[in-house]
Each structure stands twice: as structure tokens, then as C-alpha cells.
């Protein structure tokens, strides 16, 4: 469903939302209250991942007015294919995908668009880096199982990066299509293979320092998929796109 567009937007904010009734209005009116302070055009795209509750129906009446476009999967299929979905529907020349919970506030798009602007294909957000702000961290057993994967992600792919896990990326256009187009992983591991992507693509990605806040409301279930995590790295090592 589409709302007022602009021809051609700036900035896409692709948001993936299942079962989110509770908290996207909120999320969506700190989205666009950010926007409207901004001077170019944008559009909001809301892929919801087959909900059984009224996400959409709050999603619509909020976004009312604004540039927007809402995006059903016909059953739940996962955050990286609902991601893929979105960017290849976007059409901004830069692309950003935030969580629905806003973990990193929105605010923290300006500290990510600096190093595009400064010729970089890709801008991530990181919880690890010297300068970040976790300002309520994970229970202690959440951060362990995210350094451990880390070393794993370190080790088969991505040498140098300290954080792949956070769900606040930034794209170009032309990155966006030339990744989203060859990412097939619907998991968690989905970051890793987009980060994986843009290198062997050649394109500049830039680990950036955000403010992020945990969610005891995250779905990932610690054990089950831990070991799909891993199983999808080992996997991503031999794959050929």
C-alpha cells in the first residue's frame, strides 16, 4: 500500500516488523518526527513478516500521510528475506534497515551517513567499537555468545570487524541492488552475508560507533540459533553467488 511518494527519495527506512503491535507506533512517529527535520525527501517501507496481531493496521493509520509502502510476505519467511525484500523495493538513492524496536535510535543515521558521504558504499552500526554507547546491554551470557560468534565471523570472513549484529545498516543505491540481489540467508546471519557481499563486490564498508540500547523482547533464541548461526558462517565459506 502506498502513501504520498516522492518521485524519487533520498533515503529509503526499510523497518521489518513481526508482531510488533505494541511498539511500532511509537517507533514509526520517532522515525518520522526525525525525517521532517531533515531537508530532502524519504520514504518509509514496513515489511511485515506474516503478524497474527494489528501491526499493519497501526502501521497504516500512523503512516497515513507520509511517503510510505507496506509490504506483506504471505507467511513468516525472516528478517534477511524481509530485508531483501525491502531494499529491492526501495528506491532512495541511499538505503538504511533499522530494527522495529529502534535498539539504535534513529538519531544515530547522521553518524552513519558521514562516512557515505565520504565515498564509503556501506555504513554499519557497531555496539563494539571504543566509542559505542550501550546504554543497557545484553544479559551476560547474550554477549558472550556474540563475541564467540564474532571470532568465527573474524576468522572465516571478515577479518577486522567487530560488531556485524547490529540491525542499523546504511547502502547506497547502487550497493543495495548489487548486494540485496545475491543475498539469499533469511536468518540472523543475514548481516554477515551482506557485509560479506560487499566485499568480494568491492565495495568501502565502514564499521561506525552508535548508542544502542538492548530489548528484552528479542526473539532470538539463544541456543537454537546459535548453532543455525553457525552452521550458516560454515555455509557462507563455500558459497558461490
Known amino acids: 500500500m502506498t502513501g504520498q511518494m516522492a518521485d524519487i527519495p533520498y533515503l529509503s527506512i526499510i523497518i521489518p516488523v ?3 503491535e505494541r511498539r511500532i507506533s511509537e517507533t514509526l512517529h520517532k522515525v518520522m518526527d526525525f525525517l521532517k527535520g531533515k531537508g530532502y525527501s524519504w520514504e518509509i517501507l514496513i515489511v511485515d513478516d506474516g503478524s497474527r496481531d494489528n501491526t499493519v493496521a497501526i502501521a497504516r493509520e500512523v503512516l497515513n500521510s507520509a511517503p510510505h509502502r507496506i509490504i506483506s510476505n504471505e ?9 531483501r525484500r525491502g531494499m529491492m523495493a526501495a528506491q532512495g538513492h541511499l538505503r538504511l534497515f533499522t530494527d522495529a524496536d529502534l535498539s539504535t535510535p534513529i538519531e544515530e543515521l547522521d553518524a552513519l551517513s558521514a562516512p557515505i558521504a565520504q565515498g564509503y558504499h556501506v555504513a554499519f552500526g557497531s555496539r563494539a567499537l571504543r566509542e559505542s554507547q550501550l546504554l543497557q546491554r545484553q544479559p551476560w551470557y547474550r554477549e558472550t555468545m556474540g563475541r564467540t560468534f564474532n571470532v568465527f565471523v573474524r576468522l572465516l570472513h571478515l577479518p577486522g570487524i567487530k560488531d556485524t549484529q547490529c540491525g542499523f545498516k546504511l547502502f547506497t543505491e547502487e550497493a543495495a541492488k548489487a548486494i540485496f540481489e545475491r543475498q539469499r540467508l533469511s536468518g540472523f546471519c543475514f548481516d554477515v552475508e551482506v557485509l560479506t557481499l560487499a566485499v568480494r563486490l568491492g565495495f568501502k564498508i565502514k564499521e561506525v560507533p552508535v548508542r544502542w540500547m538492548d530489548f528484552p ?10 548453532i543455525r548461526m553457525l ?9 558461490r553467488y
Not at 507467511?75 to 530485508?83: D, Q, T
Not at 523482547?217 to 546459535?226: E, I, Y
Not at 552452521?231 to 558459497?239: M, P, T, V
Open 217 to 226: 523482547q528479542s526473539r532470538v533464541n539463544p541456543l537454537k540459533d546459535s
Open 231 to 239: 552452521w550458516d558462517l560454515i555455509k557462507l565459506k563455500f558459497r
Open 75 to 83: 507467511r513468516n519467511l525472516g528478517k534477511g528475506a524481509s530485508i
Open 18 to 20: 513481526y508482531n510488533e
